[in-house]
Nanobody, 125 residues
Framework: VQLVESGGGLVQPGGSLRLSCAAS????????MGWFRQAPGKEREFVAT????????YYADSVKGRFTISRDNPKNTVYLQMNSLKPEDTAVYYC???????????????????WGQGAQVTVSS
């Protein structure tokens, strides 16, 4: 499956952005999906994951209560709504397709088989 992120940009601290990830070339609705991010000079880290039907979601502690992952299977799209953004949220954000229908709270990058090209999110005044 091919994944394309959109919706990144520059936002002031406390602001909001919504990232979208459009999937094609596969059966999107049977796979869990995830969002990861990589800040400059740091390793890529887990942000959030959602099961194939949207019924189970997990978040990194650093974004819990501020970010919301969702999906629209008929549109083959997964979203990441980011509120109350902080400068430390600045990173390239990647969406990824899991190898199966469910992920876990300890989602590992090796569990995901397809990745998008990334979307830059910059939080700065």
């Amino acid at each position: 499956v091919q994944l394309v992120e959109s919706g990144g940009g520059l936002v002031q601290p406390g602001g909001s952005l919504r990232l979208s990830c459009a999937a094609s070339g596969g059966i999107f609705s049977i796979n869990a999906m995830g969002w990861f991010r990589q800040a400059p000079g740091k390793e890529r880290e887990f942000v959030a994951t959602i099961s194939w039907n949207g019924g189970t979601k997990y978040y990194a502690d650093s974004v819990k209560g501020r970010f919301t992952i969702s999906r629209d299977n008929p549109k083959n799209t997964v979203y990441l709504q980011m509120n109350s953004l902080k400068p430390e949220d600045t990173a390239v954000y990647y969406c990824a397709a899991h190898r199966g229908p469910y992920s876990t709270a300890q989602a590992q990058q090796d569990d995901f088989r397809s990745w998008g090209q990334g979307a830059q999110v910059t939080v700065s005044s």
